[in-house]
């Protein structure tokens, strides 16, 4: 049985990734405001209304010059390994490539699939 699409939205603006946390003139630390963000979820809630995804899926990220498009796909029989964020752990990992001196930056990262496998 194929997948089922459970949500697909275009968006003709370009996601621009969240500030990191910055270190204050009094050395405390604080969050960048996240307004894109916000906006964004703002346009993405409007293409799927109401709905909530509560359960596993896949994730696909197209990003253009000016656009980019979700899709997000149920998976069934698929089973959570880790109770961290997949996406979290992904960053870790490329963090860590950077710092190792095989990746100059990761900014030149095109194609990035990050996936949790079983067993």
């Given at each position: 049985?194929?997948?089922?699409?459970?949500?697909?939205?275009?968006?003709?603006?370009?996601?621009?990734?969240?500030?990191?946390?910055?270190?204050?003139?009094?050395?405390?630390?604080?969050?960048?405001?996240?307004?894109?963000?916000?906006?964004?979820?703002?346009m993405m809630r409007?293409?799927?209304?109401?709905?909530?995804?509560?359960?596993?899926?896949?994730?696909?990220?197209?990003?253009?010059?000016?656009?980019?498009?979700?899709?997000?796909?149920?998976?069934?029989?698929?089973?959570?390994?880790?109770?961290?964020?997949?996406?979290?752990?992904?960053?870790?990992?490329?963090?860590?490539?950077?710092?190792?001196?095989?990746?100059k930056n990761d900014?030149?990262?095109?194609?990035?699939?990050?996936?949790?496998?079983?067993e």
């Open positions: 049985m194929a997948p089922k699409l459970l949500y697909n939205v275009r968006l003709c603006v370009v996601p621009k990734p969240k500030e990191r946390p910055r270190k204050g003139k009094y050395g405390n630390f604080y969050s960048p405001t996240a307004k894109h963000e916000q906006d964004l979820a703002l409007v293409g799927i209304g109401d709905r909530d995804i509560k359960d596993n899926c896949r994730v696909e990220i197209d990003i253009g010059d000016e656009w980019f498009e979700v899709r997000i796909w149920e998976l069934r029989e698929h089973k959570r390994i880790h109770k961290w964020d997949l996406d979290n752990a992904g960053k870790t990992v490329l963090d860590s490539l950077e710092k190792a001196g095989i990746l900014r030149y990262v095109r194609e990035l699939e990050i996936k949790e496998v079983p």
